[in-house]
C-alpha cells in the first residue's frame, strides 16, 4: 500500500511539474466546451436569397416583401435574370434564388396557376432542407394573406389546433444537447488516451524496463498509473460541468452525486481500455492513431450528434457495447431530465458489464506482452 | 549527394511500412468514417417511438392516430393512460414524443370546429424534437384537411423547387470533401510533426544534424513518404466516393489533384513548423489535436456551417486552412466550376505555405544558432 502510494506521488508531481500537461487539463476543456457549442450548430440562422423579378407587380412586390421581412432572410441584390441568380449561388454569394415568372400577378388572378421558381444550393443537404422548409412556409403565409379564398358562410373549415411543447429544454438551446455530449468526450479522452500515452512513453523510454527490475509489483505500478488519470478525469469532469454551467447555464435537474458515480464505472472502462492500448502499442504515435481511430467511431456512434435511434439497425446493434453511448444517454438524462436512480439502472448494468470486460482484457493482454 | 538524400529517404518509407498497424488505420480511417457519415450520421426521422395518450378514444382520434403510425415516421411504443404517466415516461427514455389528443375530440372537431392536440417532445435533443413536431403537425394538418368541410381549398400558384448540385440531399456531399481534409491534415501535419519530434525526443536528430545530410535533406526526406501516402489517400477517398455514395466528379480532375496537391504541401508546411517550435511527440500530438484536428473538424465548414457560426467563430475560421481547401473542393467536384472561382482559396493556400516554411525556417536556424 505504501509503495502505491508514493508512486501516486509521483505520477502527481510528474503532471503538475509538467507545464504542457496542466494547460490540456484546464484549457483544453474550456476552450471546447467554448467553440464546440458555438460552433456545432445545424441551426440556421441567415438564408441569402437572390431574387429575379419579372413580373413587378403590386402581388410580386408583396410576395417579395414577405421574405423581406422575415429576419432569417438577407435579400442579395442581382441582376434581373436566371444566369445572374445561378451564377450567385455558384459564387456562394446566396444560398437560394426565387424566380417571379412575367404575367404572375395576371396568371394567378385569371387562375391559370402560374409557377414560381425556388432554387437552393444543396451542397449541405441538411440546411437545404431547412431553407426549403421555411420558404414554403413564408409562401404559404402569403398565400393566406392575400390570396386566401373566401369561404361561404357556415362553411368555414374546421382545423386542428396543434399545440407543440418542448419538455425538459422549452428554448430549444442547442447548447443544453451539446455541453454534456462535449463532457463525455473530454472525460474519455483523460481515461482513455491520456492513460496510453502516458505508458508507452514509458516503454518508448525504456523507463518500463527500470521499474520491472525494481521491487515494485506489476499490479502496483499499474495502479500507480491509473488512479491519477481516474482522479483527474472526475476533477474534470466537475470543472467541465462547473464551466458548462457558468457560461452556458446548462440545467443541472437530477442528482449530481448519481452522475458521478456512473462517471467513475465508466472511468474504469476507459481506463481498461487505455491500459489495453498501451499494452498492444509500441510508440506514442501508433497510440495515438489507435485512439484516435477509436475515438472517431465511438463518438460518432454515440448519438453525440444525431440521435442513436434514427442510426440503421446495425449500427445500434453496434452500440450496445459502445460505452460512449451509454454515458451519453446518462449525462443527458441526468442533467437535463433529472433522471433517478431507477431510470438509469440498465445503463449501470451495461457500464459495469463493459469495464469488467475492458479490464480482464487488458490485464490479460499486459500480463502476455511482459 | 543525391544518392545519399534517397537512402535517406528510403530508410523513412521503410519506417513507414513496417509499421503496418499505423498504415491500417491511415487507410481505415477514411474507409470507415466516409462509411459512417453515409450511413449513420443521418437527421432523418424514421420509426420513431412515441406514446400515445388519447382520453377521447373516439373514431376520429383513432383514425388520426393510425395515420399518424402508419407514415412510417412514429411507431407507437406506449400507450399512456393518465397524465400523469407521461413524464416518467419521457424522463426514462423509452419514447421521444407523446401525442395528446384532447378528450371528445371528433365532437369539438366537427360541432365547434376546432379540436387540439398536444405534441409533448422531449426536446433535450432540440433538432430532433422541432423535426418530430414538424413531421407530426403536417400530418395532422393535412389530416384536417381532409376531414373538414369545405376546406378544399387550391394553392393558386405552384412552387417548382429545385436543389441544385445535390437533388437527393445526400449527406456524403458535405463529408466527402471534409473527411478529405482531415485525413491529409491527420497524415501530412500530424505525422510529420509527431515524427520529427520523436527524432528530438530519442536524441536521434542530433546525430542526423552532424551526418553530412543538409537540414534541410533530412526534412524534406521526412515528408517525402507523407507527400506519397497522403495522395494515395485522397485518390482512395475520391473512388470511395465517387463508386459507393455516387458522389459526382463534375469539374476537372486535373484541378481537383492540384488543389489536393497545394493543400498536402500546406500541411506539411504546418507540420514542419509545429516540429520545430515543440520538443516532445505529447507536445507535438496535442498541438496538433488542439490546433489542427478540432478547427478541422469545426471550423472549416466540414460538419457545421460556417454560416450559422457566431460571427467571432466566422472570422477565426478565415486562418483555418482546410476551410479554403474544402470550399475549393466543393466548387470544383460539385458545382463544376472552374479555375476562375477558385483561384482565390488557391491563392490564399500558396500564401499559407509559404508564410509557414519562413517561419519554420527562421525557427530551425534560430535553434541551431
Known amino acids: 500500500m505504501r509503495t502505491i502510494l508514493f508512486l501516486l506521488q509521483k505520477e502527481f508531481l510528474q503532471v503538475f511539474r509538467n507545464k504542457t500537461m496542466l494547460p490540456i487539463i484546464f484549457v483544453v476543456p474550456i476552450v471546447q466546451l467554448l467553440i464546440l457549442v458555438n ?22 412586390r408583396s410576395l417579395i416583401s414577405h421574405f423581406e421581412g422575415s429576419p432569417l432572410y438577407t435579400i442579395v441584390p442581382v441582376e434581373q435574370s436566371m444566369e445572374h441568380a445561378v451564377e450567385s449561388i455558384n459564387a456562394n454569394s446566396s444560398d437560394a434564388a ?19 421558381q425556388l432554387l437552393i444550393n444543396s451542397i449541405n443537404g441538411a440546411a437545404a432542407g431547412l431553407i426549403n422548409g421555411y420558404s414554403m412556409g413564408i409562401i404559404s403565409n402569403f398565400i393566406m394573406n392575400e390570396l386566401s379564398i373566401s369561404h361561404p358562410v357556415g362553411m368555414k373549415p374546421s382545423t386542428i389546433n396543434v399545440v407543440p411543447r418542448y419538455w425538459f429544454n422549452p428554448e430549444l438551446k442547442y447548447s443544453h444537447f451539446m455541453v454534456p455530449g462535449i463532457l463525455v468526450i473530454l472525460v474519455t479522452i483523460i481515461g482513455m488516451f491520456l492513460t496510453a500515452i502516458n505508458l508507452v512513453r514509458e516503454k518508448e523510454m525504456g523507463t518500463m524496463e527500470q521499474i520491472n527490475v525494481t521491487p515494485i509489483k506489476k499490479y502496483q505500478f499499474i495502479l500507480g498509473k491509473l488512479i491519477p488519470f481516474w482522479i483527474i478525469g472526475l476533477v474534470e469532469l466537475g470543472f467541465g460541468l462547473f464551466i458548462g454551467w457558468l457560461i452556458f447555464r446548462i440545467p ?6 448519481l452522475l458521478f458515480g456512473f462517471a467513475a464505472i465508466y472511468l474504469l472502462m476507459a481506463l481498461g481500455v487505455g491500459l489495453f492500448l498501451s499494452a498492444t502499442a509500441t510508440s506514442q504515435q501508433q497510440v495515438m492513431f489507435m485512439a484516435f481511430f477509436f475515438m472517431i467511431v465511438f463518438i460518432l456512434m454515440s448519438g453525440i450528434f444525431t440521435p442513436a435511434e434514427s442510426m440503421p439497425q446495425w449500427a445500434q446493434t453496434f452500440n450496445k457495447i459502445n460505452p460512449l453511448y451509454y454515458f451519453m444517454k446518462v449525462i443527458r438524462m441526468v442533467l437535463l431530465k433529472g433522471a433517478g436512480l431507477k431510470d438509469i439502472v440498465p445503463y449501470i448494468f451495461a457500464i459495469s458489464a463493459l469495464a469488467l470486460g475492458s479490464i480482464t482484457l487488458a490485464i490479460v493482454k499486459f500480463k502476455k506482452t511482459i | 549527394m543525391k544518392s545519399r538524400f534517397a537512402h535517406f529517404a528510403k530508410k523513412e518509407f521503410l519506417h513507414i511500412f513496417r509499421d503496418t498497424r499505423t498504415l491500417i ?43 399518424l403510425t402508419s407514415s412510417g415516421y412514429f411507431i407507437p411504443e406506449l400507450i399512456i393512460t393518465s397524465e400523469k404517466a407521461i413524464e416518467p415516461a419521457l424522463k426514462s427514455g423509452r419514447i421521444k414524443m407523446v401525442i395528446s389528443i384532447s378528450p371528445q375530440f371528433a365532437q369539438k372537431f366537427y360541432k365547434d370546429g376546432v379540436a387540439s392536440i398536444q405534441l409533448i417532445t422531449d426536446a433535450t435533443e432540440p433538432n430532433t424534437a422541432s423535426l418530430l413536431t414538424n413531421y407530426a403537425s403536417a400530418i395532422i394538418n393535412e389530416f384536417a384537411s381532409d376531414k373538414g368541410i369545405g376546406s378544399q381549398s387550391t394553392i393558386p400558384f405552384e412552387v417548382r423547387v429545385r436543389m441544385l448540385f445535390n437533388q437527393d440531399l445526400k449527406a456524403v456531399f458535405m463529408f466527402v470533401p471534409g473527411t478529405m481534409a482531415l485525413i491529409l491534415m491527420l497524415i501530412t501535419a500530424m505525422m510529420t510533426s509527431i515524427s520529427i519530434a520523436r527524432e528530438k525526443e530519442l ?39 465517387y463508386t459507393v455514395f455516387g458522389l459526382p466528379i463534375r469539374g476537372s480532375l486535373i484541378l481537383l489533384l492540384a488543389v489536393c496537391f497545394l493543400f498536402i504541401l500546406l500541411a506539411l508546411s504546418l507540420g514542419i513548423l509545429i516540429s520545430t517550435v515543440v520538443k516532445t511527440q505529447q507536445i507535438a500530438m496535442f498541438f496538433s489535436m488542439i490546433a489542427l484536428m478540432l478547427p478541422t473538424i469545426l471550423l472549416s465548414g466540414f460538419v457545421f456551417p460556417i454560416e450559422s457560426m457566431p460571427k467571432v467563430l466566422q472570422w477565426f475560421s478565415v486562418i483555418i486552412p482546410p476551410r479554403w481547401f474544402i470550399a475549393a473542393l466543393k466548387t470544383i467536384m460539385l458545382k463544376g466550376e472552374g479555375i476562375a472561382l477558385v483561384w482565390k482559396e488557391m491563392l490564399i493556400m500558396i500564401s499559407m505555405s509559404l508564410f509557414f516554411i519562413l517561419v519554420s525556417i527562421k525557427k530551425f536556424k534560430e535553434r541551431l544558432g
Request: aromatic share 8%; net charge negative.
Open chain 2, 25 to 67: 488505420i491511415i487507410f481505415g480511417i477514411p474507409i470507415v468514417q466516409l462509411l459512417m457519415f453515409g450511413y449513420v450520421i443521418t437527421n432523418e426521422i424514421k420509426d420513431v417511438k412515441v406514446g400515445i395518450y388519447d382520453p377521447a378514444g373516439d373514431y376520429l382520434s383513432q383514425e388520426l392516430i393510425t395515420k
Open chain 1, 39 to 60: 460552433a456545432a450548430t445545424f441551426e440556421i440562422k441567415n438564408v441569402n436569397l437572390a431574387i429575379v423579378d419579372h413580373d413587378h407587380s403590386s402581388l410580386s
Open chain 1, 98 to 116: 426565387l424566380i417571379i415568372p412575367s404575367k404572375f400577378e395576371f396568371d394567378t388572378q385569371n387562375g391559370d396557376n402560374p409557377s414560381i
Open chain 2, 203 to 241: 536524441g536521434t536528430m542530433e546525430v542526423l544534424l552532424v551526418s553530412p545530410l543538409k537540414p534541410v535533406q533530412i526534412i524534406l526526406g521526412k515528408v517525402f513518404p507523407y507527400i506519397g501516402l497522403a495522395f494515395a489517400n485522397s485518390i482512395i477517398i475520391l473512388l470511395l466516393g
Open chain 1, 252 to 257: 443541472i435537474e437530477g442528482n449530481l452525486l
